[in-house]
């Protein structure tokens, strides 16, 4: 709980030193013996990673710096090794998050079933958008990728409870039930108080695996946009795009077309 | 009209509690498998596999005696790892078998372990699926105590170690060399192949990675025989197969069904039709990477290879149905959103195109799209598939460019809808 955190990936805590009444500190002594095992039950010791980041989540609610560490520590791998694989999974949250996380599928079947509406009443309950914590600390809210539960749409999870067959009165008293304390889903360990969003700041929580998508059509007209990659092989690779990107090159740029096919071949 | 669906993996789903060793053990469970590791022995438990003509359920249809062939008699130690990964667009059958027949996947895996004698599985859990990472953890114990798992099994004197891993959300660990980077607690992007699975997988040992569905079928092949699977419908694709049926309409859900009965009588006969009032659009007949279907395609065999000559995909066998309420610039965009959110970003194409196109429906669903824009999208389609280190790139554009051709108007209605903006050009 006293434990002061710095930013995301840069931990405090040190394996040689233990200090009293630190709550990770403690923590690490307690799951020690259960990483131990985890790392055990694998011919490769970093093949525990990921359940041991789950392990550590389980109890402080998110991956902290120091969770990171102590799994560098326990694998003997370096602390960037341990960032870049948890930097890649969604379900590591990087921040701390509220009490619920309500993850509601945004995928196909769900979309095409009344999803849209589930979203907008949750946002609208909330008072939060994608990938945000409500004031209070109580729930995070994001809307997640097919959940495989197509059947039931629209379908949500709850602490990775499954929901089913959503209509904006079930999230009414669902709402109202974790707001009271009777939902039946046991709330996430909650150490540290939630900030906005979960999501490091390198991470615009748009892609889960370390994709960046650069390249932009809002802001790309042809060969002129330096971010442009796709339209790039397109010049390359289309003749009529080619000709059409050049006409409007010259027109913007007022420089006078090369002669041939613009060459690019 | 005689309902085409059939009973073998879903048997005793929702009337039997499956999870307890001894209600599966009284159906028959783990019956095959004592049988493989006490009589049959390791080549006959391989060869019903590869003369049941089982082709892969995850999506790749691969026949899966075929890959179990190509592991290297290289004396070094081999593994089996159960894809449990599902999440592919519209797909539910995996997450259904673990909740409700853990034990039969163990058997599976246990089957399938033995045939290519590896003494380590695994199993590799979708993060999402707490509830069946937990029922798996439970079936397991259970038959670590019955000795089913562990050293010795059965009395003999094959030893199996069985380790359920949860993965932590990332659509590409269910390809097979991401999961196996994900396995390793590496970030789960895809290796560059070859070298396959099969000679450098798991800790750079022979490793034979296999879906849920396909193992477990196994003990069903091992009890009945293999003619009994092959003789099933089409003989390049035979067998059962469940099929998760999803979208609009009357009773949603998994049915198991043989290969080869059309995707009218899916959808009909199993399905319950559409809702009253409505009339077909386009079925997805093999998960969110497949491409739509339309009404003339109606009477096809859903097998592996007629689905593919129509030019889409049995894929993981999930069907999205489509009735006249669609909006399919909404839907595309849903789909693409997902493959632009899941790209790994190791290739350009997949991680900029799938972003790209995203943007671009974005931008029309938005209001502001110009008409460009579709020429956009389909030039944009046509410089993904094929130039990627997985199968994800390949899967951005089938189902966007299969309703855009088809549904070019509702597409063209956004956009004549929109206030137009002048295009910018950044220099």
């Not at chain 2, 995996?94 to 909740?99: K, N, P, R, S, T």
């Not at chain 2, 997988?201 to 009994?228: C, D, F, M, Q, S």
């Amino acid at each position: 709980m006293s434990v002061a955190h710095t930013e995301a990936g840069v931990a405090d805590w040190d394996p040689n030193v233990f200090r009293e009444g630190v709550y990770f500190d403690e923590l690490y002594l307690k799951l020690r013996a259960e990483c131990e095992e985890l790392i055990g039950m694998y011919e490769d010791s970093r093949s525990a990673l990921i359940p041991m980041a789950h392990l550590f989540q389980e109890h402080e609610g998110f991956t902290s710096p120091n969770a990171l560490a102590a799994i560098a520590h326990l694998l003997n791998l370096p602390l960037a090794v341990v960032e870049s694989t948890i930097s890649f999974y969604t379900l590591f949250y990087r921040k701390p998050v509220g009490k619920y996380m309500l993850q509601v599928c945004r995928n196909l079947s769900c979309i095409i079933n009344g999803a849209e509406e589930i979203m907008a009443h949750f946002r609208e309950q909330l008072g939060v958008g994608h990938l945000e914590t409500t004031a209070d600390g109580l729930f995070s809210y994001e809307e997640v990728e097919c959940l495989a539960a197509c059947d039931r749409a629209p379908c949500m999870q709850i602490n990775l409870r499954f929901r089913y067959d959503l209509t904006p009165a079930m999230v009414d008293d669902m709402l109202a039930a974790m707001r009271g304390g009777t939902f039946p889903v046991k709330p996430l360990a909650q150490t540290q108080a939630p900030g906005r969003t979960w999501k490091v700041e390198q991470d615009t929580g748009r892609k889960s695996a370390g994709g960046v998508g650069v390249s932009d059509p809002n802001n790309a007209g042809g060969v002129g946009d330096r971010s442009g990659v796709i339209m790039l092989d397109r010049v390359v690779n289309d003749p009529a795009f080619a000709a059409r990107s050049r006409e409007r090159l010259v027109r913007e740029s007022q420089l006078r077309p090369s002669s041939g096919d613009g060459g690019h071949h | 009209m005689a309902s085409p669906v059939v009973e073998i993996l879903t048997k005793g789903i929702g009337e039997l509690n499956l999870r307890d060793i001894d209600v599966y053990r009284s159906t028959g469970g783990y019956v095959q498998l004592e049988r493989a590791v006490k009589e049959l022995g390791q080549k006959a438990v391989a060869d019903e596999c590869t003369g049941s003509n089982l082709r892969g359920r995850g999506g790749a249809g691969f026949p899966t005696g075929r890959k179990w062939s190509f592991l290297p008699n290289n004396g070094r130690p081999r593994y089996i790892v159960c894809n449990c990964d599902e999440a592919e667009p519209g797909t539910f059958k995996d997450h259904m078998l673990l909740e409700q027949t853990p034990h039969q996947i163990i058997e599976g895996i246990l089957i399938a372990a033995y045939a290519i004698g590896c003494h380590h599985a695994f199993i590799y859990i979708r993060g999402e699926f707490q509830d069946g990472f937990e029922i798996m953890r439970d079936a397991a114990r259970q038959a670590r105590e019955a000795g089913i798992i562990g050293k010795g099994i059965f009395g003999s004197d094959y030893d199996l170690e069985f380790t359920i891993h949860r993965g932590a959300g990332a659509y590409i660990c269910g390809e097979e060399t991401g999961l196996l980077n994900s396995l390793e607690g590496k970030r789960g992007e895809p290796r560059l192949k070859p070298p396959f699975p099969a000679i450098k997988g798991l800790y750079g040992e022979p490793t034979v990675v296999n879906n849920v569905e396909t193992l477990a079928y196994l003990p069903h092949i091992l009890k009945h025989g293999a003619a009994w699977f092959a003789s099933v419908g089409p003989e390049r694709s035979p067998g059962y197969k469940v099929v998760s049926i999803s979208g609009h309409v009357k009773k949603p859900g998994n049915y198991e069904v043989p290969l080869g009965i059309t995707i009218r009588q899916l959808i009909d006969e199993c399905a319950g039709g559409l809702r009253d009032g409505r009339t077909f659009l386009g079925v997805q007949p093999g998960g969110g990477s497949s491409a739509c279907l339309f009404e003339e395609h109606l009477d096809l065999s859903y097998d592996f290879d007629t689905i593919a000559k129509a030019g889409s995909m049995l894929g993981s066998g999930a069907m999205v149905v489509f009735d006249d309420t669609t909006d399919f610039v909404k839907a595309s965009f849903a789909l693409i959103r997902f493959y632009a959110h899941e790209s790994c970003g190791q290739c350009t194409p997949c991680r900029e195109g799938g972003s790209w196109i995203e943007k671009t429906l974005a931008r029309i669903i938005d209001g502001r799209g110009v008409p460009s824009d579709i020429d956009v999208m389909k030039s944009a389609c046509h410089q993904i598939t094929g130039l990627n280190l997985c199968a994800l790139g390949d899967s951005i554009e089938p189902f966007l460019g299969s309703v855009l051709d088809r549904f070019e108007g509702q597409f063209r209605a956004y956009i004549e809808r929109a206030t137009p903006v002048p295009e910018r050009v950044a220099v």
